[in-house]
């Protein structure tokens, strides 16, 4: 059924959430080459496919040209970019491409940028941040203990997520602190499509303790061992033989 539009133009009712499955849907058939580089599509294109108001195809356009998916042309419409083009870092498109065909190389980059950063990252927190709030990696990685071994991950995985966001606030570089939702996504990422063991292994929980001990101590060589060491089976669990590093 066609959402209908009211005088203002706004969608009404369901309308406003039908484009979040429009972008998701053209969005990935870019990332996996079904919608070809430089092909061009209409608005009306769009609200015939899926049958959907003008409205919800504008929005879904807006969202793809937000992540650099595609670029508008006049006369011509929407066209799908080169992988050069899109912007990488951006949560929304980082969702995207690990639910496409192409997840495990997203993957493997996702995991090549925690490597670079997150060690340096706690490193950073070890050394710059405040005592008070060093001291809430150790009752964070307590818990992620406890729900790991009762393998409970859908809350491991919130408290996994605050664990690193936190590292990355207090590294003292906002750059670091600015990848905190990448790294959310990633993480969740993960765990929706079952690349988590049903328990995380004894030696990722012990890893996390260490990080957090490391941070609290303010002992910044360790901690960025620690945090190595975490990325290190990460990069190995990712990774499959006979795959570029």
Partial sequence: ?????????????????????????????????VWEIGQPRTLEDIQGRFNVSRTVAREAARQLETMGLVRTRRRHGLVAQQKSLWHVLDSSLIDLRLHSTRREEQLRSLTHLRLAVEPAAAEGAARNGDVHARARLMPLASEMRRL??????????????????????????????????????????????????????????????????AIFRGDPATARSAMQAILDEV???VVLPGSPT
């Fill in 1 to 33: 059924m066609r959402i209908d539009v009211d005088p203002t133009g706004e969608a009404a009712g369901p309308g406003d959430l039908l484009h979040e499955g429009v972008t998701r849907t053209l969005g990935i058939e870019i990332i996996d080459g």
């Fill in 148 to 213: 790991g071994e009762a393998g409970e991950l859908t809350e491991f995985l919130q408290v996994d997520i605050d664990f690193h966001r936190t590292i990355l606030a207090l590294s003292g570089n906002e750059l670091f602190a600015a990848l905190s939702d990448v790294v959310a996504v990633v993480l969740t990422g993960r765990t929706e499509l079952g690349l988590m063991p049903p328990r995380p292994q004894p030696e990722a929980l012990a890893g996390h303790e260490a990080v957090a001990e």
């Fill in 235 to 237: 990069r190995d669990a």
